[in-house]
Nanobody
Framework: QVQLVESGGGLVQPGGSLRLSCAASGFTLDDSVMGWFRQAPGKEREGVECFSSSENNLYDATFVKGRFAISRDNARNTVYLEMNRLEPEDTAVYYC?????????????????????????WGQGTQVTVSS
């Protein structure tokens, strides 16, 4: 059974940093398509950063602007999202997700832009609030 558990959210001042963690179970990261997504109040969910292990491919949204970095620790089966230079517009619930759907390549790109609430695996989310 696939399970994703996020942690690391919180309140941070503009310009600050946070590291989110996603502990995965039920599958291994070294053969996965996973990513971080976020949803702000009143807005649709959007992909932040996604990767495809088999393609060694990464996608990050334009709003990331080099401020965020996704990484993974295969030994711990954990994915991280390092977020720097946070802005109030980054305030949202952040979700970790994985998919087993057949996707077009590059899969990181298509997963980030075409996630499925029912067809993919999701964590419970962690709140990130950027405010002074």
């Amino acid at each position: 059974q696939v399970q994703l558990v996020e942690s690391g959210g919180g309140l941070v001042q503009p310009g600050g940093s946070l590291r989110l963690s996603c502990a995965a179970s039920g599958f291994t990261l070294d053969d996965s398509v996973m990513g971080w997504f976020r949803q702000a109040p009143g807005k649709e969910r959007e992909g932040v950063e996604c990767f495809s292990s088999s393609e060694n491919n990464l996608y990050d949204a334009t709003f990331v602007k080099g401020r965020f970095a996704i990484s993974r620790d295969n030994a711990r089966n954990t994915v991280y999202l390092e977020m720097n230079r946070l802005e109030p517009e980054d305030t949202a619930v952040y979700y970790c997700a994985a998919t087993s759907r057949e996707l077009q390549r590059p899969r990181a790109y298509y997963f980030c832009l075409n996630s499925s609430s029912e067809g993919d695996y999701w964590g419970q989310g962690t709140q990130v609030t950027v405010s002074s």
